[in-house]
Nanobody, 124 residues
Framework: QVQLVESGGGLVQAGGSLRLSCAAS????????LAWFRQAPGKEREFVAA????????YYEDSVKGRFTISRDNAENTVYLQMNSLKPEDTAVYYC?????????????????WGQGTQVTVSS
């Protein structure tokens, strides 16, 4: 089992940057595929990015490609989401999620563990 705690959210102007972090407990961090999802008010939770267990493969939702970068540090039990060129439509609560599998998936129901979320607000 793993517990996830996100941090790094906040208020930023359009065009700015933020880096989200997700710290995990447990000794088997490297066994999990990790992902970031987001949920805007009145909308369903949507996939943002995912990274394989050793970090060699990443996958992004089309609207964030070229702007967001997911990375992980298995020695520090932490996954990151670097967000550049932020837009108002990126405003949402961002969630870190873990999947006990070798395969990357983009559907939220295929993830086993979730953090509590961190708010990102991008002003125009």
């Amino acid at each position: 089992q793993v517990q996830l705690v996100e941090s790094g959210g906040g208020l930023v102007q359009a065009g700015g940057s933020l880096r989200l972090s997700c710290a995990a407990s447990g000794r088997t961090f490297s066994s999990y595929v990790l992902a970031w999802f987001r949920q805007a008010p009145g909308k369903e939770r949507e996939f943002v990015a995912a990274i394989s267990r050793r970090g060699g493969r990443t996958y992004y939702e089309d609207s964030v490609k070229g702007r967001f970068t997911i990375s992980r540090d298995n020695a520090e039990n932490t996954v990151y989401l670097q967000m550049n060129s932020l837009k108002p439509e990126d405003t949402a609560v961002y969630y870190c999620a873990a999947r006990d599998s070798i395969e990357i998936r983009i559907r939220s129901r295929e993830y086993d563990y979730w953090g509590q979320g961190t708010q990102v607000t991008v002003s125009s």
